[in-house]
């Protein structure tokens, strides 16, 4: 069974559009997040949820708007996608035990987004 | 000065080497530090969390020291198998979610 699952793996899509990317994990997590891994490889957050509830907004534009219906799920909406949205977007989930982080990130295989 | 700072490579070693990766943060109420292995279009993986006191597991040596804010990941006996792009890991501050912040990655390339 995949712990960190996402959909789709690969999205492309034109400019303008609105797309979302599903997220769920199996390990009983309380910490759900959403980064993006642009050209260059670099990871960084956009988005951490915490037993539903939002915690790290990392000045992210607007026109991304995470979802969490419960602590296994946290969804990545985007509307009128742009170019520069064209990136590597991966979900992890964590157990933070008294808001410390010991045993790291288990990540989704990421969801390759293009647009055009 | 970029939070967590690494060497991008890539280091280009034969099979058998041993290969050093070093790392620097800029924090220094950082808590948690870990190592992590991504392939070429795959999810980063957890390799190894980093101690104070080091630790090793089989080839992989981590190191940690906290006066300086610097954190290494030794590779011994090189392997092709250990070709892949490594990150430095750190989760800053106490209490903030969890956040993790990611090094720009050393590319390691072994050749037979």
């Known amino acids: 069974d995949t712990a960190v699952s996402q959909t789709p793996k690969y999205l492309v899509t034109q400019m303008g559009n609105d797309k979302s990317i599903k997220c769920e994990q199996n390990?009983?997590?309380?910490?759900m997040y959403w980064y993006k891994q642009d050209s260059k490889k670099f990871l960084k957050i956009m988005f951490s949820?915490?037993?539903?509830?939002?915690?790290i907004n990392e000045t992210v534009p607007n026109r991304f708007s995470p979802k969490s219906p419960d602590k296994a799920h946290l969804n990545l909406h985007i509307n009128s996608l742009e170019l520069g949205d064209s990136a590597v977007y991966f979900c992890?989930?964590?157990?933070?035990?008294?808001?410390?982080?010991?045993?790291?990130?288990?990540f989704g295989s990421g969801t390759r987004l293009t647009v055009v | 000065r970029k939070e967590v700072e690494q060497d991008p490579g890539p280091f280009n070693v034969p099979e058998g080497a041993t290969v050093a990766f070093n790392c620097t943060y800029s924090n220094s109420a950082s808590q948690s530090f870990f190592w992590y292995r991504q392939d070429c279009r795959k999810e980063p993986k957890l390799l190894m969390s980093?101690?104070?006191s080091g630790n090793e597991d089989g080839r992989f040596t981590a190191q940690l020291n906290r006066a300086s804010q610097y954190i290494s990941l030794l590779i011994r006996d090189s392997k092709l198998s250990d070709s892949a792009t490594y990150l430095c890991v750190v989760n800053p501050i106490y209490n903030q979610g969890g956040k993790l912040i990611f090094g720009q990655g050393t590319e390691l390339s072994v050749k037979p």
């Open positions: 980093v101690y104070s």
């Open positions: 992890a989930s964590s157990l933070s035990r008294g808001g410390q982080l010991n045993y790291g990130y288990t």
């Open positions: 390990l009983g997590h309380d910490t």
């Open positions: 949820y915490n037993n539903k509830e939002l915690i």
